[in-house]
């Protein structure tokens, strides 16, 4: 997933997908699996600007992952409500 959304951004900035974040740091971010701006600014090739820039989203996708290898319901699902669906 990681790659996927390197990939769109990218393609969105019109650049090369290295310029984003390189492979290598898009492994150490899948082997360490942050949960904090703290733990992905840990991360080699995670900067200041990196961090402000994408931050946020790695950090989603980052969540999401965990939450779909656990089997988990997304967060904001009531524990007795129906769970959602994507399309």
């Known amino acids: ?7 769109a951004i990218s393609r969105d900035q019109s650049v090369p997908a ?3 974040f390189s492979d290598a740091t898009l492994q150490a971010i899948a082997d ?3 949960v904090s701006r703290e733990q992905l600014a840990s991360v080699p ?5 990196k961090l402000d820039r994408y931050g ?7 969540a999401e992952d965990v ?10 699902r009531p524990a007795d409500g129906p769970a959602r669906t994507r399309p």
Do not use: I
Not at 45 to 49: K, L, S
């Open 32 to 34: 360490t699996r942050p």
């Open 45 to 49: 090739g995670v900067g200041a600007v």
């Open 67 to 76: 939450q779909a290898a656990k089997g988990s319901a997304p967060a904001s």
């Open 1 to 7: 997933r990681l790659r996927d959304w390197r990939l």
């Open 56 to 62: 946020a989203a790695v950090l989603e996708v980052c």
């Open 18 to 20: 290295y310029v984003v």
